[in-house]
């Protein structure tokens, strides 16, 4: 007998094959793909158990304008897809706590699928978001599913949006729930959004700070049968420590599947007697027009809001070539930095160029640029630190260069297992250079504040956003307890503000830094 476990996750709001760069686009990704997807493999599969890990209701021009412009109390558009596809079960990412708690709260109350979710309680104990695990029966064979969320969701999102609630580990409650769990089941599925902390042999790939623990608990709890994952982005199908997984990327790229084929002992207990692993790509799938007509205007009204003009500019903050743009910095990461030490007050800020879809500002600048240059939902922090502190953030930062066949490159580490030119900062207020001919640490050269070199028991203010002033992507020198200053709003909102209020826009570029190899 076969079981099929399949899974999306991390769509962020990506229902149609567009990221909105441009109007029209026909990109291999989207939730409507996925339902089409979904729904053929229904007909050629037996015993079909389909899953969403969660990161749904946040991350692309339509959620933002469906939850911020609109101001709907649910995602009506987003929940009617969903309830389209017809998922069994549901988990929440992080980002479903972007819009706080009511509009998620209203978001479930309006899903058809059961949601899962074991490690966040309320202040009496209570799981307010799904049940802990259920229970399925698949032709006499009872599976169960339990369902876990990254405890990384405290260090990044806004404490009135997690009000009363206590992220548990994911481990832990595992091996808590699994064990109880057993005594009523045949076999045991874990949803995780959370990702994979090291490899194979047990070695960290990353910092071990809770954020992801996937092999922590294969390595600790027995039982598991299966484990879905999500919340990083990367593209994984196989076996880890013995045990079917999948993680199927991200806007809808790829169904993650699972099949188990399940066999009856003497005993007449139920095992897996072998398992496969694999992912889907949905780019071979049309989009669901059925799904998809429905939501004609919602997406005429998107657009129109994206490609109304809001300031026009004095020369140029477009470029072709992200990689170049880190290299050598753009009049579009001056005007961020600007904004950003504007807003907080302070003189120093740093900044990520995030993916390599960014293009800068065409002319005029409108929300269709604003959006898909700044993807995050980020706000913004001021921290007080010390100069060794602001250096050691700056070697941290230099770590994403490395030096191959005679020029300057992205270093691996920053591209497999998953894309995170996020963790790269540029820095202003200050100037400075990077020497990738010298090692890991040692790559800041020529640091200055106001012309003056920066002693190491200096008292800075830097303006960072919430992710890395609690120390994301492995900034160590930075976390909550250096925050004097905050702001809530989204970063998105703030330079839509600021350019309504000015609408003439002038590029400039002080060019700050350098990235040279000089041995």
């Known amino acids: ?45 037996d ?10 209701l946040q991350g692309s021009a339509l959620a933002y304008y469906i939850a911020e412009i609109k101001k709907q109390s649910a995602p009506k558009q987003i929940n009617e897809v969903f309830n389209a596809v017809d998922y069994d079960f549901g988990i929440l990412g992080n980002h479903e706590f972007n819009y706080g708690l009511s509009y998620l709260h209203n978001t479930i109350n309006e899903c058809n699928r059961h949601f899962l979710c074991a490690n966040i309680i309320d202040e009496d104990g209570n799981h307010p978001f799904g049940n802990p695990y259920e229970i399925k029966d698949i032709n006499g064979v009872k599976v169960g599913f339990l369902g876990l969320t990254t405890q990384g969701t405290t260090k990044w999102e806004k404490n009135s949006h997690l009000a009363g609630l206590t992220f548990l580990s994911a481990k832990d409650t595992a091996a808590k729930y699994i064990p109880e769990m057993s005594e009523k089941t045949d076999l045991n599925v874990i949803v995780y959004h959370g990702g994979i902390e090291r490899d194979e042999e047990g070695v960290p790939t990353e910092v ?14 027995q039982d598991v049968d299966a484990i879905i994952t999500g919340h990083q982005h990367r593209k994984i199908a196989g076996h880890l420590l013995g045990v079917p997984i999948i993680q199927p990327g991200h806007r809808g790229q790829y169904i993650g599947h699972i099949e188990l084929d399940v066999q009856q002992d003497d005993n007449g207990k139920y095992f897996v007697q072998s398992s496969e692993s694999e992912l889907i790509p949905t780019k071979k799938y049309q989009v669901d027009h059925e799904i998809a007509d429905k939501l004609d205007d919602i997406q005429a ?27 050598h910095k753009t009049s579009f990461i001056q005007f961020i930095q600007n904004i950003q030490m504007q807003t907080m007050g302070v003189d120093i800020s ?41 250096k050691a953030a700056m070697e941290t930062s230099a770590k994403y260069f490395d030096y191959q066949n005679g020029k300057i490159g992205v ?5 497999f297992p998953k894309l995170k030119h996020y963790n790269y900062d540029m820095y202003e207020g200050v100037d400075y250079v990077i020497n990738v001919a010298k090692p890991v640490g040692h790559r800041i050269e020529d640091l200055a504040y106001h012309g003056k070199p920066i002693d190491d028991d200096a008292e800075l203010k830097i303006v960072l956003n919430i992710y890395r002033a609690v120390g994301g992507g492995n900034y160590q020198m930075f976390s909550q307890d250096k925050i004097i200053k905050s702001d809530d709003r989204m970063m998105s909102q703030l330079i839509a503000d600021y350019l309504r209020e000015h609408q003439t826009i002038k590029a400039e570029n002080n060019h700050n830094f350098k990235v040279i190899y000089r041995p």
């Open 1 to 45: 007998m076969k079981i099929n476990l399949l899974e999306t996750s991390d769509t962020h709001g990506f229902l149609f094959p567009t990221n909105y760069v441009n109007l029209k686009d026909d990109k291999p990704f989207g939730v409507l793909r996925c339902a089409t997807a979904i729904k053929d493999l229904r007909t050629k599969l």
């Open 47 to 56: 015993n079909v158990v389909a899953i969403d890990n969660g990161d749904f």
């Open 208 to 221: 071990l700070n809770g954020e992801n623990e996937t092999y922590d608990i294969l390595a600790h709890v």
């Open 301 to 327: 009204q998107i657009n129109k809001w994206l490609d109304e003009p809001m300031a026009h500019i004095e020369g140029s903050m477009d470029f072709d070539n992200a990689f170049e743009a880190r290299l």
């Open 350 to 390: 740093a900044t990520a160029l995030f993916n390599d879809e960014a293009h800068g500002f065409e002319n005029p600048i409108t929300m269709r640029n604003i959006i898909t240059n700044y993807v995050y939902p980020n706000s913004l922090s001021v921290l007080k630190i010390t100069g060794a502190e602001l």
């Open 411 to 415: 270093n691996h580490d920053y591209i």
